[in-house]
């Protein structure tokens, strides 16, 4: 599942329930409806039943400098809307890709059943108000429930922002529940409030793998506890798109994240990456399931700070590749690390278990070999310098193809550096900046 992508130079008219809190409207006795219209900022409109301008609030930036010395009070809607429209057209804010969106809600003490006719009242309003325009801008209408505009309004976040989810059918609890992991990433200091939609975008493209409702949002749930960046829970979810595009089931790319128990949190969320591209190499050379997790896991266990985890996988794929089975590779990999629980002599020490392993194979080989066709030391010899740089050139092919991977998974986003309130946070942005400059 995909969604439209529409240049966001949006107009959206917000019939709101709320009085006060999320635009700072007055309230007024005679309010029926509470019309936003949001041009990056917003400018708010109170209108009573029989739709006439009783409230006007401009919001700082563009609103106040095309509308402040403009007298909307007693106007009719249609009349306010169309000078609004028409000083949007001629600012250059309107044009044939903006999307005009009215989000319809009905004010404080006035039923939802009574403004029924509204949506179509404002279709037909607004469709008079653009046909004399020289463009004729997208026009969507959206009803919003009670529920849902208190999230937002919790979360400041307009409806242009989510109404992708909407369209789509998704629940309004499961968007609250994103809006709220979009606030906490937010209140982090990291992405501004409301202007944000990468947890928006991150659901969809999970949904889009094939994950369920809940799923997606489990994966979501997991990637704020780890971070509260909204560009590296974008990163994160990305990488878990390319887990079940490799083939690898649900619950074992929720299986992820349990990997970084009893890790430092900012050395996890830093390499959680890294293990992702590890598990899909594991997948791509036959090693999956239990057994994947399984090394990737006794990898952890054996270096802590995550810096040699790739080498170890990088390890067992070189003797699974050799033919031995998924476990006999993780066997001898652990039995290479209890000989040195330190890494510094792991190379030498799984050469040298490899070859005891396989010893006896090689000398019947050699001997069945001699008796057909005789021995030949000479190209026993030139055969071994091939065999040695093919090996070498194979180890460093796959250095190239993790490397790669790893790229794959970076994002950089001006957001992760603006972070003063999440210390963990700050020192990844400055290792991850340090690791790009070098």
Known sequence: MSFKKVKLIVLVLLVSLLPTGYLLYAS??????????????????????????????????????????????????KQALEL????????????????????????????????????????????????????KPPVQIVVLDSGLYAAAQKS?????????????????????????????AGKSGQTPIGHDKKIFEAYMDLRAAGLTETEALEILTEASLLTQSAPKIYEIASGVVDLLEAGIPYPDALSVFALGQGLEPKVFRKEISTIISDLIDLREEGIYGETALAALSMAIAADKSLEEVSTIISAIIDLKESGMTGEEAITIVRQSILGDPTLKNLDDLLEELD????????????????????????DDDDDDKRGSQGQGQGQGQRKQNIDRDDDKYDYDDDDDDTDDQNDDDDEQDKNDQDDDDN
């Open 355 to 378: 070859l005891d392993d396989d010893e006896d194979y090689d000398d019947d080989d050699e001997e069945e070999y001699d008796d057909e066709y005789g021995d030949d030391d000479d």
């Open 84 to 135: 609004i429209t028409g000083h949007l057209s001629n600012a250059g804010f309107l044009n044939d890709d903006s999307l005009v969106l009215l989000t319809v809600h009905p004010a404080k003490g006035v039923r939802e059943e009574s403004i029924s006719d509204l949506s179509g009242q404002l279709e037909q309003i607004y469709s008079s108000v653009v046909e004399p325009l020289a463009v």
């Open 28 to 77: 007024t006795p005679d309010a029926f409806a509470h019309i936003t219209l949001e041009v990056n900022p917003a400018l708010v409109l109170t209108v009573d039943s029989e739709n006439r301008i009783i409230g006007l609030e401009l919001k700082e930036g563009e609103a106040q400098a095309l509308f402040s010395g403009i007298e909307f009070t007693g106007m009719d809607l």
């Open 156 to 184: 400041g976040v307009m409806p242009s922002d989510f109404v992708v989810l909407v369209d789509h059918g998704v629940p309004s609890a499961t968007i609250a529940a994103l809006m709220e992991i979009n606030y906490s």
